[in-house]
Structure formats: structure tokens, C-alpha cells
């Protein structure tokens, strides 16, 4: 059995297939600290710079997860499932201009699922 | 007493070049108080060509605000430093009808200081000298200060008005022309600003662009016409931004996140006196503005010996918070900012009860009755934990308080400094030594001794680690806004004898 370590509702997932058929290919990325912080951003692919310090968590509609490496050390304990409620960042995540926000939803893993991603 | 939701027009526009006008493509979004959800008026929704129009005005005006003397820039600061404290109680009530919070906080805090900050850089630039050094007989060495030229800044929604009056002055003291970008959920104060100073700045000395990040916000971070980006916000939005500079290889300043710790040793209950009463305080602390702070205390370490009496009157204070209309000047603790704030923060509650932390007060939304059933309101809560759980290293931005104990020093440091951020941190204690060593030894840019949440004018305000980079609220601000120019001068009559 295959684990993972991300999800993302079907609300959620619609608005990112319409930002795929106006931005072309993305990636979330987990910020962390502050106002707008501690959320799921979606960025055209080539924007922002990723390299061994950003770890790739999964794939939700085909879109790459990162996160910084040394916050993954306190959230790999969790399961994140990526939802979309109404509300208005002010980061440069490309659903804002739509009166959205994607956030998260946390829980922690099982022992088994534990077991097979952070072993 | 109570005061009211106060009016609004229909709509606002960007303030460019001395004047507001209309967004290029027609464009507005809606701007909701999160106190009861209520339409306050729409502002532009900005794109390239409005952030081109700013940039423009700002260039062209740069030349002549940058040749200005110190006495001229220094009193038009101090000119606007007096007309909000003229209008002070209409700026605050815009203040708190556009964020959510507490009248008496933005009235007490937000506003009076936001005037300090004009005119402490408006004092700055006129005791300031240079530098002149006599290398030798013949040589001398002079350092003048000159402008960059333009500056755009972006600044977050917790404090509107004093983020925009931390940013500001500096630059315009510094002789440079400023376009700021006010958070999209809180464009009010910014635009009564400019509504009330439009003719005390020569125009494009100062801009105002409203509208969303990847529409308004990038094209200006990434402007090539713009000469240093300063940002308050998070790190994902701070990496994007140095990204960006670095293409125009343009300096910029960062103030992130936090996860400050606020530490208190057996000695604050030495005695029953005044002091233990303002170490509660102190405690209690992480509610103030929803804690939708950066430097918000909202992990609170506490030695083991005194743990259980001193938790005991933090929870009687923090039950104590009154959370009502946020007009009404007896309330504590209004509303938090916006509905996915709301929403973030219920979240996070969830995975601290999920993780094993336990509620020592609060943990639910707080419902108003009537007009506010609609607004975004948090009850303040505490949850006890340790400090590897994900609400002991994560920033909450709202009214959670996470609580650990230690056994001594070496291990309330360890505690302290297990953070990715280092923005602030709090030691409360009667120990001589603890005052100093402590302090000294913990990975923040401030660090609070025997109080908490001060933020005066001439005390420099900055991160380490993952918080950051810059000084401001100091004089130390003007130099991240300032080119030096070295000029060495040879007052010697003869050649080198080389050629």
C-alpha cells in the first residue's frame, strides 16, 4: 500500500485545475511564519527557486507540495489535506485574486503510515 | 461608552503622484470588516500598468525630494505626524472597523504611535552628522549620505497604519520617494492618510498602490525602476521577493515571522507585589491585538517549581478577557483579521488537541450575539504541551498560547532557541544575573526583560534567523534606505611619480 503525506478536496482541486488552464503548470509551496503564513501558495512553476532544502511532499492534480527542509522536521509527523475557503491573502499565491484561500487542514499520521514515510 | 462603524465613500482609488486616481482597467475589490462582515467601500484592484504609473511619478520626483534640506523633509514629517494626531480618533475607529481589532488598542496604540514614528525620524535627520577622517596629512576621508532613489514597500494587515508609519519616514527622511503597497484586506488607513496629507508631500513623493499580490504585488517587487523592496510578511512571500531583487540586484530588508518565547523564572513569585501582577500580565499578553502579532509571546515557558500557582492566575486573567463589540471601549479582544485567519486558527487549535496538547482555557470560536454573529471572533486559549508539537513551532497569528515548563536555565534557553525565528522573546525575573545572561543568551533580534510588547520609537526592531533582516524604529533604518557616498579628497600638491 502506497502512503502519502498530502490530499486535497474536490473543492480545492477544481480551483487549481483553473488556475492550470490560465497560469499553465504550478507549484504550492508551504509557507511558514506570520500573517499570511503557515499556508499551501500556488505559484507558476518557474517563479520561485527550489533546490535540495525544499522537500517535495507529493503531488495533488499533477501540481508539486514543497516545504521548506527544516520546517518538514516538525511537520512530518502530520497528514495535510489541502482545502478552499473564501477569504483574501495578501501573499503573491495566484488564487487570491479569485476571493480565495487556500488553507490546510492537519492530522497526524497513524503509526502505520509513520512508520512507512519517516522511516 | 461605544462609537460606531464610521463612513465610507463608495470608493477609493490609488494615490499617484500627488492625486488619487482610477485604476487603468476599471478594476475594484471589495473591502468587509471582519467585525460583522460588513461592505466598507471597494478599492483598486491594481495591476502592471497602475505599478508602471507609480514607478514613473516616483522617478520623476526623485531628483528634487532627494536635494531637499534636512529641515524641509524634517518638518513635513512633523506636519503629518500632527494632522493624524489631530484626526486621532477617526483613525483609529477606521483602524479597527478595517482589521477587527479593539477600539481601545488602536485609540492607546496604534495611532499615537504611529504619529511617534513621524516625528522621531522627522528629529532623527536633523541631529545626525556624517563622518569626515583624516587619513593622513593630506588625505581625507568624507561619508555622505545619499538617497537610493525609489523604495516600494509592502506591509501586512495586523498594524495598518503603524506598519506604514514604521516604513514611511525613514525612507522619505532618507530623501527617497516611497511606493507602498498596503495588505489588500486593510487599505483604509492608508488611503484616509493620503486623503488628509495630499498637499503636504511635493507630488510622487509618496504612492499609494492598492491591490492583491501576484496582480499589483510583484510587479512592484519586481519593478527595474524601483531601487530597494522592503517587506513585512511571511517567508515564502520573503523568498519571492529576494528572488526578485536579486535580478535587479537591488538591496531589500525582510521582516518575517516568529515564534517568540516569553520566559518566566521562580523568582517573579518571590513576592505578591505590583510586579508579580505585571508578570501576569506579561503572560497574558499573547491575546493582545487577537495575536495577530509578529512577535506575538505565544510560547509561554514557565520553571516547574512555580508552574502550577503561576498558571493558575494567567488562566483567572486570560478568562478575564473581555471579548465584545470591538467599538466599544471596554472590550479587550476584537475580531481577527479575515475569515481564513479565522479559519487557520481554528485549525491549528484542532492539530494542538490532536497532538496531545491540552486546553487550560478557550479553544473554540467565540460566538457574538446580533450584528457581530457574522464577524470572525477566537476565544483566547492556552494549550499545554511540549515544545516539539506543531502549535509550540509554527506561527499561529491568533489568541493561542502555548505552555511549557522548564527546570533551570540551561534548559530554558535550549527551549527558547528550538524555534526556526529569533524576532522577540520575554525574561521576566528578580535575578541580577538572570537579567543580563539570559537575555544574551537567546537567538532574538529583541528581547523584552520585565516587559513585553513595547515597541517606542529610538529602540531598533529586527529578526534573526529565520525572522529577518533590518533595524527599524530606529535610526538604523535610514541606512538600509541610504547609499553611502565616499569621497577622497588629497589636499597634497604633489603627483604620485608614477608616470
Known amino acids: ?119 | 461608552m461605544s462609537y460606531k462603524k464610521p463612513n465610507f465613500k463608495e470608493k477609493y482609488g490609488n494615490f499617484i503622484n500627488g492625486k488619487f486616481v482610477d485604476p487603468v482597467d476599471g478594476e475594484y475589490f471589495e473591502n468587509k470588516s471582519p467585525i460583522d462582515n460588513s461592505l466598507i467601500a471597494k478599492y483598486p484592484r491594481s495591476k502592471k500598468e497602475d505599478v508602471n504609473n507609480a514607478v514613473e511619478a516616483a522617478n520623476a520626483a526623485k531628483e528634487a525630494w532627494g536635494n531637499t534640506s534636512a529641515a524641509e523633509r524634517a518638518n513635513l514629517l512633523n506636519k503629518v505626524a500632527d494632522i493624524i494626531e489631530q484626526h486621532l480618533e477617526e483613525f483609529a475607529l477606521v483602524e479597527t472597523c478595517d482589521n477587527g481589532k479593539a477600539i481601545r488598542e488602536t485609540i492607546n496604540a496604534d495611532v499615537p504611535l504611529s504619529v511617534d514614528h513621524w516625528r522621531y525620524f522627522a528629529s532623527v535627520i536633523r541631529a545626525e552628522e556624517g563622518t569626515a577622517t583624516e587619513l593622513d596629512q593630506n588625505t581625507l576621508s568624507m561619508n555622505i549620505k545619499e538617497p537610493l532613489g525609489v523604495v516600494a514597500q509592502i506591509i501586512p494587515w495586523n498594524f495598518p497604519l503603524l506598519m506604514l508609519s514604521w516604513k514611511v519616514p525613514p525612507a522619505l527622511a532618507a530623501g527617497n520617494c516611497v511606493i507602498l503597497k498596503p495588505a489588500e484586506q486593510t487599505p483604509s488607513s492608508a488611503t484616509l492618510l493620503m486623503e488628509k496629507i495630499a498637499d503636504v508631500f511635493p507630488p510622487g513623493v509618496v504612492n499609494i498602490i492598492h491591490g492583491f499580490g501576484p496582480e499589483a504585488g510583484k510587479p512592484l517587487a519586481s519593478h527595474s525602476g524601483v531601487d530597494k523592496v522592503a517587506f513585512t510578511g511571511e517567508t515564502t512571500t520573503g523568498q519571492l521577493i529576494m528572488q526578485y531583487a536579486s535580478k535587479n540586484l537591488n538591496p531589500v530588508t525582510m521582516e518575517l515571522g516568529g515564534k517568540s518565547p516569553n520566559i518566566f523564572f521562580n523568582s517573579v513569585m518571590d513576592e505578591d507585589d505590583a510586579f508579580l501582577d505585571k508578570a501576569i500580565e506579561g503572560a497574558v499578553l499573547f491575546a493582545f491585538n487577537q495575536g495577530e502579532v509578529c512577535t506575538c509571546p505565544s510560547r509561554l515557558l514557565v520553571q516547574e517549581d512555580i508552574y502550577d500557582a503561576f498558571m493558575e492566575k494567567v488562566i483567572a486573567r486570560t478568562k478575564a478577557i473581555v471579548q465584545a463589540n470591538p467599538y466599544d471601549v471596554n472590550t479587550m479582544m476584537g475580531a481577527q483579521a479575515s475569515n481564513d485567519q479565522f479559519e487557520k486558527i481554528l485549525s491549528y487549535i484542532n492539530i494542538g488537541k490532536e497532538e496531545g496538547a491540552k486546553v487550560l482555557t478557550g479553544g473554540n470560536a467565540c460566538k457574538l450575539e446580533g450584528e457581530f454573529a457574522n464577524g470572525y471572533y477566537i476565544e483566547p486559549t492556552i494549550l499545554e504541551g511540549h515544545n516539539k508539537m506543531r502549535v509550540f513551532q509554527e506561527e499561529i497569528f491568533g489568541p493561542v498560547l502555548a505552555v511549557t515548563k522548564f527546570k533551570d536555565e540551561a534548559e530554558a534557553i535550549e527551549i527558547a532557541n528550538d524555534t526556526l525565528y529569533g524576532l522577540g522573546a520575554g525574561v521576566w525575573t528578580r535575578d541580577a544575573h538572570q537579567l543580563y545572561q539570559i537575555p544574551r543568551a537567546i537567538k532574538a533580534g529583541r528581547v523584552w526583560v520585565n516587559c513585553y510588547h513595547a515597541y517606542p520609537a529610538h529602540a531598533p526592531f529586527g529578526g534573526y534567523k529565520k525572522s529577518g533582516f533590518g533595524r527599524e524604529t530606529h535610526l538604523m533604518m535610514m541606512n538600509h534606505y541610504r547609499q553611502n557616498k565616499n569621497m577622497l579628497i588629497s589636499y597634497d600638491k604633489n603627483k604620485l611619480g608614477f608616470f
Open chain 1, 1 to 119: 500500500m502506497e502512503f502519502k503525506r498530502v490530499a486535497i478536496t474536490e473543492q480545492a482541486a477544481k480551483i487549481v485545475q483553473q488556475l492550470k488552464e490560465k497560469h499553465g503548470e504550478l507549484i504550492f509551496h508551504q509557507s511558514g511564519g506570520c500573517c499570511d503564513g503557515s499556508a499551501p501558495m500556488i505559484f507558476e512553476k518557474e517563479d520561485m527557486y527550489l533546490d535540495d532544502s525544499d522537500i517535495l511532499l507529493g503531488q495533488l492534480e499533477y501540481v508539486n507540495y514543497y516545504m521548506n527542509e527544516e520546517q518538514f522536521e516538525y511537520w512530518k509527523h502530520t497528514f495535510l489535506t489541502v482545502d478552499i475557503t473564501e477569504g483574501r491573502g495578501s501573499s503573491f499565491s495566484l488564487e487570491i485574486p479569485l476571493g480565495l484561500r487556500f488553507i490546510i487542514h492537519s492530522r497526524l499520521l497513524t503509526e502505520e503510515e509513520n512508520k512507512a514515510l519517516n522511516n
